[in-house]
């Protein structure tokens, strides 16, 4: 048996297999971030498709913090019915469902106040955001709390805490976007206290599994690394996250040089320092790849983006590949492989 066809528990929540589709906006909900028949038929796709965990794209917690127009919602108890339907779909087929649940902050697209913790604007396309109050940031706690309410209810087995790519609690995290002098800006440890907060609020609502996606890399002086996330890590531990999910980047205009598996030694670095389950991610586009990553103990989850786009039928190819025999939810496609 391989390891990424065997299956994974965590907190309870069984995935058939190890392979998690990654969160990717789609740009296709309606303008008041509703679910759309294209989002059952995209999502369920990939989970006809025998992925174990689909996590839904980046889910904003308030109208303004969508990167995009058309990107899902949860900022009010509208978007639940079309959440629990396609949750439902997911189920249907197999897969467990996950919510990305989170706030654009000052790489927001759409109108309304840009949100961050300094008045620094991404580059010369982004307008400068405001320097958060620090009541603005305990809206932002309750909207985080009052979503993953409705998104229990919606049915979802895992969440997901979006503080990556230099979306809003990513930019607390990094001394390029975070020139506070307050309580929430400076130290390590200041930097860390508005996500410290929202897990706690979340965990005040949800004992399921809970991830965290961050960027354990900035690409740029005087920016995060790995190491910084090892320490991240250790606090997020004792709050009961279950799983880091590392991408990196998107923090600040950066070159960032992107090859195979580039970066997998991250998940790896936060894996070993801080004794967590990791989950990588990043141009692992083949069956063999995702073993590998997982025999060498450097992740625990394997999350496949545009592998995931351009074949929903992934997970079947990486089986052939690895030589394991599927049994298919939809009977009838193990006669085509
Ligand atoms: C179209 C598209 C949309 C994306 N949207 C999100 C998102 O909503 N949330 C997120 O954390 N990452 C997002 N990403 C990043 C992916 O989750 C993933 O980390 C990245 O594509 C690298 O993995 P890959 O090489 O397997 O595609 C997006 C990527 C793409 C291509």
Request: net charge negative; charged share 20%.
């Amino acid at each position: 048996m391989t390891k990424l066809f065997e299956p994974f528990t965590i907190r309870g929540v069984t995935l058939k297999n190890r392979i998690v589709m990654a969160p990717m906006c789609t740009n296709e909900a309606s303008e008041n971030g509703e679910v759309q028949p294209f989002h059952i038929v995209h999502y369920t796709s990939r989970a006809m498709g025998e992925v174990g965990l689909i996590m839904l794209e980046a889910t904003a917690v308030e109208r303004e913090g969508r990167i995009q127009p058309r990107d899902l919602g949860i900022w009010n108890d509208g978007h639940i019915n079309g959440l629990q339907q396609l949750v439902s779909q997911l189920k249907a087929y197999g897969a467990k469902t996950a919510i990305q649940l989170a706030h654009a902050g000052r790489k927001a697209t759409v109108d309304g106040r840009l949100l961050a913790p300094s008045a620094i604007a991404f580059n010369e396309t982004y307008g400068t955001p405001n320097e958060m109050t620090t009541e603005d940031i305990q809206n932002i706690v309750i909207a985080y709390t009052d979503a993953a309410i409705r998104a229990k209810e919606a049915g979802f087995d895992v969440f997901e805490i979006h503080a990556a790519h230099g979306y809003l609690l990513s930019s607390f995290l990094s001394p390029l976007t975070n020139e506070r002098d307050d309580e929430y800006g400076g130290s390590e440890e200041n930097r860390y206290r508005f996500l410290r907060e929202v897990i706690d609020a979340i965990r005040s609502v949800w004992d399921g599994p809970l991830f965290v996606r961050v960027s354990a890399n900035d690409f740029a002086p005087g920016g995060l690394e790995a190491s910084d996330f090892v320490q991240f890590s250790r606090w997020m531990a004792p709050q009961e996250v279950d799983l880091i999910d590392v991408s990196s980047g998107g923090v600040v205009p950066a070159n960032i040089v992107s090859y195979p598996l580039y970066q997998v030694p991250f998940a790896k670095t936060i894996k070993a320092g801080a004794n967590v389950q990791t989950g990588a991610v990043g141009l692992i586009t083949t069956g063999t790849e995702a073993e590998q990553v997982l025999q060498q103990g450097s992740a625990d989850l394997i999350f496949i983006g545009r592998e995931l786009l351009r074949d929903p039928y992934f997970p079947y190819r990486a089986a052939k590949q690895l030589g394991v025999d599927l049994e298919p939810t939809v009977a009838v496609y193990k006669r085509g492989w």
